[in-house]
């Protein structure tokens, strides 16, 4: 028996839990580094810990380079 997965509903549930940080809060708390963009340091990208660490950097050779830790 194949299980079916209603797509379009798990989307807008991704969408929302997405917009509203929940997910970002589901996925740490998992353990999971986060990595994005940050809209005031367009050429870095953004790592979130698990910890509540946030910092800035490039990826160089596979490997995320820190630049700068931000206080949040």
Same mark, same amino acid.
């Given at each position: 028996?194949?299980? &079916? /997965?209603? &797509? $379009?509903?798990?989307?807008? &549930? &991704? +969408?929302?839990? !997405?917009?509203? *940080? =929940?997910? !970002?809060?589901?996925?740490?708390? @998992? *353990? @999971? #580094?986060?990595? +994005?963009?940050?809209?005031?340091?367009?050429?870095?990208?953004?790592?979130? #810990?698990?910890? *509540? =660490?946030? !910092? %800035? +950097?490039?990826?160089?050779? *596979?490997?995320?380079?820190? /630049? /700068? !830790? $931000? %206080?949040?």
């Amino acid at each position: 028996m194949t299980n &079916v /997965i209603d &797509v $379009l509903a798990l989307s807008e &549930v &991704v +969408g929302h839990e !997405s917009k509203s *940080g =929940k997910l !970002s809060r589901k996925l740490l708390a @998992q *353990g @999971q #580094t986060l990595y +994005g963009k940050n809209l005031d340091y367009p050429d870095y990208l953004e790592r979130k #810990t698990p910890d *509540g =660490k946030v !910092s %800035l +950097g490039k990826w160089h050779k *596979g490997e995320f380079n820190e /630049i /700068i !830790s $931000l %206080l949040c």
